[in-house]
């Protein structure tokens, strides 16, 4: 079992930075592939970012790519995204979420691909 809480969100002017960190429970976060949503108004949940469960790979969607990295810390049992690069279409709920413990190759993309999920925080870029 493990629980979510996303943190770091706000409102940023377009060509800015932001960090968003997911602070995760349980002894067994390690063991879980870790990826970033997020969803604007009006449209579907999209994938943004995925990490393996020892951060050494990662991956990304392609309107993201160069401008957002993920990674994790394992023994602080935390995720980030850090953005870069701000655009006004960048605007969404994001939302972290943890897959299923186990090997897991390649890294999913659909949101029904993750087990357990975060209540999100809002990221707002204005232009």
């Known amino acids: 079992q493990v629980q979510l809480v996303e943190s770091g969100g706000g409102l940023v002017q377009a060509g800015g930075s932001r960090g968003l960190s997911c602070a995760a429970s349980?002894?067994?976060?390690?063991?879980?592939?870790m990826g970033w949503f997020r969803q604007a108004p009006g449209k579907e949940r999209e994938f943004v970012a995925a990490?393996?469960?020892?951060?050494?790979?990662?991956d990304y969607a392609d309107s993201v790519k160069g401008r957002f990295t993920i990674s994790r810390d394992n023994a602080k049992n935390t995720v980030y995204l850090q953005m870069n690069s701000l655009k006004p279409e960048d605007t969404a709920v994001y939302y972290c979420?943890?897959?299923?413990?186990?090997?897991?190759?390649?890294?999913?993309?659909?949101?029904?691909?993750?087990?357990?999920w975060g209540r999100g925080t809002q990221v707002t870029v204005s232009s």
């Open positions: 979420a943890a897959g299923v413990p186990r090997y897991l190759w390649p890294l999913p993309h659909m949101p029904t691909d993750y087990a357990y």
């Open positions: 349980g002894r067994t976060f390690s063991n879980y592939v």
């Open positions: 990490v393996t469960r020892g951060g050494g790979s990662t």
